[in-house]
């Protein structure tokens, strides 16, 4: 936005300490909530806390740098255009599964536990998106995955079967990528901490290869990269539907902005882009062919962010290819709209759901545009999003894959939407408005902010949504995907039941007899330990955790 309009206005009145503010804002409203007569206030707080962060990604996108000079390392925070869209995507998302949140489950969000962790899962979503510095970057990562364990399984949760899942892909994730921090590090000049200093050194950096490997599949963890996606369906499917929105949409964000801001894009990578291409792609396909043997809407949610996340995995391997930056702006605005399309089909099924059996077809109809805005269908934001990615995946073999994806697309969401219709039926008169308004919100935004964002920073390529022969090449996908589904709809739910997690169960066996796990651990504790800054922040979690379910008693 705005800030590109009136840079010294945003400079000058909205630059860093925007940023502050948004970086502040849930730490005192933490403060706040762990107060026991403010409890009731609790909800509210957990609504209100993403605002500056919104309008921090309006205001303050290239307005300078926040610099916090600390005893243990300096902090530095920055909000370029990539950054900018995905912080007001998530924040929109997060102000949506508040408001829909104080609705649905008020109990659980007056529980100070409960109102922490997800105040802690906010600050790190929102800190991945600013900050520039490796230690800041790895404690705010870190805060969007461990401790959002509690907001879908509660506080003994991670005793649980689908809490261990969870719990051991982000720690896997954590260690892979204090791992490749440290890479960055040791080859920036001064070893800075800086992200921009090692990113700049690591195409001629001797441990390249490595650190890349490292930096793809610690990402790859919250994206749902195959093999690291085993944990999105039972996760999603325990989860709340607004923490399901949260993490399915803005948490998976925080992967998307690692991969864009950690790669290298002024130099091609051949071999690291190609892998890419390859695992992004075949996981386009997979999350389909198995989200179609599922009976349950939020897993076939689930499997169905793979195959997104996919497509951005794809057009981040083809930017790397090359060096083409602009494919970075492009997964960007692709991610973004899925942030906000998947975090208003989770929230639609809980608005679906509370409706009665007769009051349901427009609600279904405008879940069902959400749904097929994934596949591309114009007028959607989707179109938009599939536009931004026509360019860097190009006209070959990959362009046709992306094609295919989306008829394949189609397919799986019509799949959703019929699941839709054979929820049981509510005995209420109708949704609320504590439901149905934060859901229109995201469906609303889900077409304004890709073209708001495309119409500013590509306005030649905004142009061609006037392009009829365009928008035909992707409206006949969709409509091939719905008569392919009308053709195979009795084949389809013959299908054999794949289990949610699929590879995860068919491994459980082996990994309980392999005795290695002491061993990764003993070498991940001795990496912490030769990295004090970055075990301080895993200790500082620990702590702030710990905490407030002492404060709770």
């Known amino acids: 936005m705005i800030s590109s309009f009136f840079p010294q206005l945003a400079t000058f009145a909205f630059g860093p300490q925007t940023i502050a503010i948004a970086l502040a804002t849930p730490l005192v409203f933490l403060l706040g909530c762990v107060a026991p007569r403010l409890s009731t206030l609790r909800p509210a707080l957990l609504a209100l806390a993403p605002l500056p962060a919104l309008a921090a990604s309006i205001l303050a996108a290239d307005s300078g740098p926040l610099v916090l000079d600390q005893t243990l390392f300096p902090a530095i925070f920055v909000l370029d255009p990539p950054g900018a869209l995905l912080l007001g995507a998530s924040a929109l998302l997060w102000i949506a599964a ?280 114009p007028p959607t934001g989707g179109v938009i999003a599939k536009l931004a990615l026509k360019e860097p995946l190009g006209a070959g073999l990959v362009g046709a894959l992306s094609i295919l994806s989306a008829i394949a697309t189609t397919l799986l969401m019509l799949l959703f939407v019929a699941m839709l219709r054979r929820l049981p039926p509510s005995h209420e008169e109708g949704p609320t408005p504590g439901f149905i308004g934060p859901w229109l919100v995201v469906t609303i935004a889900s077409v304004a902010v890709p073209a708001v964002y495309l119409l500013e920073t590509m306005p030649a390529v905004f142009a061609q949504l006037l392009d009829y022969q365009l928008l035909w090449k992707f409206l006949w996908p969709v409509m091939a995907g719905a008569i392919l589904a009308a053709i195979s709809w009795r084949w389809i739910n013959r299908l054999p039941h794949a289990p949610e997690g699929d590879i995860a169960v068919l491994l459980q066996r082996a990994a309980r007899k392999l005795n290695s796990v002491g061993a990764y651990v003993s070498g991940s504790e001795q990496a912490l330990q030769e990295w004090p800054v970055a075990a301080a922040m895993l200790i500082a979690i620990v702590v702030t955790l710990a905490g407030a379910g002492f404060l709770e008693r």
């Open 98 to 377: 508040g408001a829909y949140a104080i609705a649905a489950m008020r109990a659980q969000l007056e529980n100070a536990w409960f109102a922490s962790c997800w105040l802690l899962t906010l600050l790190g979503n929102v800190g991945v998106f600013l900050a520039a510095d490796l230690a800041s970057f790895y404690l705010s990562f870190a805060l969007v995955s461990l401790p959002a364990y509690a907001l879908f399984l509660g506080r003994q949760g991670v005793r649980d079967e689908v809490g261990r899942l969870y719990f051991s892909v982000a720690l896997l994730g954590e260690a892979l990528l204090i791992v490749a921090f440290a890479g960055l590090a040791l080859g920036a000049p001064d070893r800075s901490l800086v992200i921009a200093d090692g990113v700049a050194t690591l195409a001629a950096s001797p441990w390249r290869d490595v650190t890349i490997g490292l930096l793809i599949a610690g990402f790859g963890t919250k994206i749902g990269l195959l093999p690291f996606h085993v944990w999105m369906p039972s996760t999603y499917r325990t989860a709340p539907t607004p923490v399901a929105a949260l993490l399915s949409g803005a948490s998976v964000n925080a992967g998307v902005i690692g991969l864009l801001r950690f790669l290298p894009w002024d130099v091609g990578i051949p071999a690291w882009g190609n892998a890419l291409v390859i695992l992004g792609m075949f996981g386009a396909f997979y999350g389909v062919a198995i989200g179609l043997t599922q009976r349950d809407a939020k897993v076939v949610l689930a499997y169905s962010s793979v195959s997104q996340m996919g497509l951005v995995a794809a057009t981040v391997g083809k930017g790397l290819i090359v060096g083409n930056g602009a494919a970075a702006d492009a997964a960007a605005l692709y991610a973004a709209h899925h942030c906000l399309a998947k975090g208003g089909l989770f929230l639609g099924i809980g608005v679906v759901a509370s409706a009665a059996l007769g009051r349901r077809t427009w609600l279904i109809l405008l879940v069902a545009l959400l749904a097929l805005s994934l596949a591309g269908l």
